[in-house]
């Protein structure tokens, strides 16, 4: 028998406005706050989930737009379904997914090879692994050197304490997260204003018979130069000689690892050098796949001490591990090796002889404008760290603010100590970034230092007094946390 109408159920007026029109901004869901902080009691339909998310991302800065990252943005449609068809594969499920980890296996080796790793008849099991980006795989090389020098010393019947790292201190923020990390002592060799990356024979100064490695960046965070690791090699070798030390290097080669072999072939940075036992490199910059995926390599199995590695059996056969992340989607190392056998090592050349191109170019007009004095090296990563050459009522952190207002993201920043009163901005070269968008760069930034020539001196700092309250509401959430002096130099 139906229900009188006064015991009927309510007929939900929102569930017919929602059925009168399939438009998602037709729906109740747009006419109330998104949820925030608290997960809502009921559902919402996927398309308008959807929607509510893509409306408030669109307020994100344009990645292509985004000279501040190293990081690429963008890949060919079929390696996005490639990466797509493999983003619910657990990668560490060796044994469910053994393809997925010959690929690695395969990608580990062309790397090696492409560093010089030693080999035997041509071939060779390289030693290595992919992580979610470099920050994992310095930790992964900081543990191996300071487990090696741990062993060196409990056989010599010395003290295993106290051990410390050398590195410039234009070294990026992971170095020091894996020091505090891990209790090793950061001794930072200091660059200076004629020289802003680490000087090999300055650091023999800080090395001693604790120190577990010397860290090499090719590639500065800062301006994209390349430290002179033979040099570095030679500096130590004769120390560990003089000494009886067995200090190693490991090379940084984040951003530089997948550009000097193809632009530079004949610098010798890597595996050829007898002291180099590790490198490290960002597949997400200049491997050309979207973050986040890095790697690890070592120059033989015994670099890599056996207590580091952990067996597992849980998923279905004895396996090894080492890595600090556990699970991490596949897709990523799919498609690295997509990016390998697709590109080749003439695809990378040609992908970087432009990028270098381009570089050339934006660097000659920053030198012909008279504006600006150029920090960045030409044999580097393809970047122009530049500041302002004269004095203004500005500054370069008023210039990347105002550059915002184009859409472009210029960041400015300070050099380390002993160089920290040198300002400059810097624009990444990557694949994205081609000869049109450079000149528009170029245009956009000089109508913005005519704008800033017409202002006074007082509604500059006014600008920037507004701009840091601005931030400082931002992020007053964040209020709690006491305030601590940390590295800067993140941005990657």
Known sequence: MPLHPIHKKPSSNHEEQDSLCGSVFASRYMSKPIPVYRMPEEAMPPDVAYQLIHEELALDGNPQLNLASFVTVWMEPQANSLMNENMGKNFIDLEEYPCTAELQKRCVNMIAHLFHVPTEHGQSDAVGTATVGSSEAIMLAGLAFKWRWKQARKQAGLSTEKPNLVM??????????????????????????NLLIMDPEKAMAYVD???????SILGSTYNGAFEDVKKLNDCLCKLNEEKGWNVPIHVDAASGGFIAPFLYPDLVWDFRLPLVRSIN???????????????????SQEDLPQDLIFHVNYLGADQATFTLNFSKGAGQIVAQYYQFIRMGQNGYKAVLSNLQKICDYLRKKVEESGRFKIYSDNVSVPLVAFGLKEPQ?????????RLKEYGWIVPAYNFPPNAEHIKVLRVVIRETFSRDLCDMLWRDLMWTLEELDRKTPDSIR????????????????????KSQ???TNGIC
Request: hydrophobic share 35%; glycine share 8%; proline share 2%.
């Open 168 to 193: 410039g201190s234009n070294v990026q923020v992971c170095w020091e997260k894996f020091c505090r990390y891990f209790e090793v002592e950061a001794r930072y060799v200091p660059v200076s204003e």
């Open 209 to 215: 018979e604790n120190t577990i490695g010397v860290c």
């Open 281 to 299: 490199v960002s597949g997400h910059k200049y491997g050309l796949v979207y973050p986040g995926v890095g790697w690890v390599v070592w120059k």
């Open 393 to 401: 009522a500005y500054d370069e952190f008023d210039i990347s603010h």
């Open 485 to 487: 002096k940390h590295k």
């Open 462 to 481: 006014h600008g920037r007094e507004l701009l840091m309250e601005r931030n400082r509401q931002k992020h007053k959430a964040f209020a709690h946390v």
